[in-house]
């Protein structure tokens, strides 16, 4: 599988960007989707995770909770991660990553996903 990021971009503090993560030659719904993020001189964060395991769930960190939220459009085969609330804490690279969907998020390898590259999002005044 491939994946590919795009969407990130400056915004100023309480805006809102759309990220997409596009999942290349392959069926959206055969994958667990996560996002992850990571800030310069931070360690590698999950912000979400959505899985079909189990009739379906979405995951959140409690940084994002509330203000960011991943959806999939399984026609497009195309995830999606809006941010609201954009906060100046939330600029960090983002990266989307696949797995397997029979792997629930609270399996989810990061030396076992496939990653897509990072796009930028950077929130400033």
């Known amino acids: 599988v491939q994946l590919q990021a795009s969407g990130g971009g400056l915004v100023q503090p309480g805006g809102s960007l759309r990220l997409s993560c596009a999942v290349l030659?392959?069926?959206?719904?055969?994958?667990?989707i996560a996002w992850f993020r990571q800030a310069p001189g931070k360690e590698r964060e999950r912000v979400s995770c959505s899985t079909l395991v189990a009739g379906g769930e979405t995951y959140y960190s409690n940084s994002v909770k509330g203000r960011f939220t991943l959806s999939r459009d399984s026609a497009q085969h195309t995830a999606y991660l809006q941010m609201n609330g954009l906060k100046p804490e939330d600029t960090a690279v983002y990266y989307c990553a696949a797995i397997p969907r029979y792997y629930h998020c609270s399996e989810f390898s990061e030396d076992k996903a496939t990653w897509g590259r990072g796009t930028q999002v950077t929130v400033s005044s």
């Open positions: 030659k392959f069926v959206l719904d055969d994958y667990t």
